[in-house]
């Protein structure tokens, strides 16, 4: 058996991989770690979990080992969005803190994100470190002086957004909104946010539901359908979307139209360069919009790539080096806040963007591109036979000097394979870590061009 961390933490199936066994062998992997460099008693440690089936009884078997290496455990006793978890850790001076989540995977997962003292996703060198006390079978705790502790982390969260968020600007302006948890961690807190401004916002799948209706809590378009038709009858001004663990976003702009996280963390970007003042760098994953790297341009400000993995922004969060980190997959957080992507955060400012510029999303984004030109972004998946995926790693280690006619420019391979063409098209293959497939990521000025850009990927990836 082999349990390994991906870009955010580690997940598989309940009740094949997912057993109570191996949760008590990855948790007391984790306090192990955290207590080789010195005495965990007095040390405190967050503990929490989504909505998902068996979440609360999970966390529960975590509390108590936690407890037996000597920590004093914050049990979370309501689902926790993972950003209020990253808060809980910081405002608590917390050696670290897990989360019982598998984000917006499918519901019969579940997962465990374990966040270091800064709040963020572990780092790679702690992951590893972690998978190999799995391995070699951690030592179980004996102490008898930890303790468990309830705790109720959304106050303090609440609080703190109010700090990072011009609410005053947005009741004013006086929107109408609609608002789809999907089942998950988000109830409560987006909502009852606005809801305390005086906001008029209608919650769409207010309840638990373990099975997410059938269907992954991913705010993308596919589950957005309800939303959508939402804000178009009732002419709202945002219907706002987070998903399982309250991470990431989803957005629909007035007329009924997604934003997709490519445009808005460009238009964030803008924004908050514009109305905060901020000239800090921004900071995008390998496989995210080059349209941010145009944001960047226009406003004089610095552009950083990062790998695939929100805690590789989170780095550059906590340095202060960026007014904002974003990815494709609809992560983002901003200067000032937590380095863990915060869909809660994303969603509000979305808001506060059409408040203060008194334009809707749409709008912002064609005087955007009447300033820096429009990009089209796309992604497919392709699922790999054994003959393809044996030769894999040598298909892709290859340099080729032009794609399907396309001249390459150069070669990035901080994540995957990223394809530069002289044409100023690009194109990023990256194999999944948890499936037998790659992703294919391109970017063009024209829709159609986009559309080659990926055939011509597929058909390089599957050439023999």
Known sequence: MSIRFGTSGWRATIAEQFTFANVELVTNSICSSLTESGDANQQTIVVGND??????????????????????????????????????????????????????????????????????????????????????????GDSTNGEILDFDPRPVYLDDLKTKIKFEQIAAAGGRYAYDPLWGTGRGYLDKILLDHGLEIETLHDWRDVMFGGRSPEPGEAQLAELKQKVISEKLTLGLSTDGDGDRFGVIDSNGEIISPNQLVALLTDYLAESRGWTNGVARSVATSHLVDRVAKDRGIRLYETPVG??????????????????????????????????????????????????????????????????????????????????LSERLALEPTEIAGRKVESINRMDGVKFMFADGTWMLMRPSGTEPMVRIYAESEDKSDLDQLLENGRKYLLEQ
Request: proline content about 5%.
């Open 310 to 391: 929100f805690k590789f922004i989170g780095e550059l969060i906590n340095k202060d080096e960026i007014i904002l980190g974003g990815e494709e997959s609809a992560g983002l957080s901003i200067r000032g806040h937590y380095p863990e992507k915060d869909g809660i955060l994303a969603c509000l400012l979305a808001a506060e963007a059409v408040a203060v510029r008194k334009a809707s999303l749409t709008e912002q984004l064609n005087e955007l591109y009447g300033r820096i030109g429009k990009l089209e972004s796309g992604r497919i998946g392709v699922k790999l036979t054994d003959d393809v995926a044996a030769k």
């Open 51 to 140: 909505t998902r089936f068996m979440g609360e009884r999970f966390a529960e078997v975590a509390a108590n080992i936690a407890s037996g290496h000597g920590f004093k455990v914050l049990l979370c006793k309501t689902p926790i969005p993972t950003p209020t978890l990253s808060h809980a850790i910081r405002s608590n001076k917390a050696s670290g803190g897990i989360n019982f989540t598998a984000s917006h995977n499918p519901p019969e997962y579940q997962g465990i994100k374990f966040s270091t003292s800064d709040g963020a996703p572990a780092l790679p060198e702690i992951t590893k470190k972690i998978e190999a006390l799995i391995t070699q079978g951690p030592k179980k």
